[in-house]
């Protein structure tokens, strides 16, 4: 008989949770420090992807890990060094992006530009 795999069996719930970390804190997170960090177009983007009912679940799954990572304020570097504090959030989003980046398309990057009051590119 085979025995379930612990990881597989969890899995579902730990992308719950951290569903639910990226719901109650990432606008909060990202509109109070989005002016320090140089990523925060590709953080709203990952969490249009995210929230796109048409991204695959496994898609969805790293980028809200990677999204709940930079919500939770215990990280490898604290968010208030300065200079220091937001790399390991950019290095976690840049592995995400890296693996699962296809599926962001430029319907979720308009999106991020949007609600960060970003001016849409122009062609010149």
Do not use: S
Request: hydrophobic content about 50%; glycine content about 8%.
């Amino acid at each position: 008989m085979d025995m379930p795999n612990p990881a597989g069996v969890q899995l579902p719930a730990l992308i719950a949770k951290n569903g639910r970390t990226v719901e109650q804190g990432f606008w909060a997170k990202l509109l109070r420090v989005a002016g320090h960090i140089p990523f925060a177009e590709e953080l709203a983007a990952a969490y249009f992807c995210a929230v796109d009912p048409g991204t695959p679940a496994r898609v969805k799954g790293v980028l809200v890990a990677a999204l709940a990572y930079f919500v939770i304020p215990a990280d490898a570097i604290p968010d208030f060094i300065a200079g220091l504090g937001f790399t390991d959030d950019a290095a976690v989003l840049a592995t995400a992006i890296g693996l699962v980046g296809a599926h962001v398309k430029p319907r979720h990057r308009e999106r991020a530009r949007k609600a960060l009051g970003i001016a849409e590119p122009r062609d010149e």
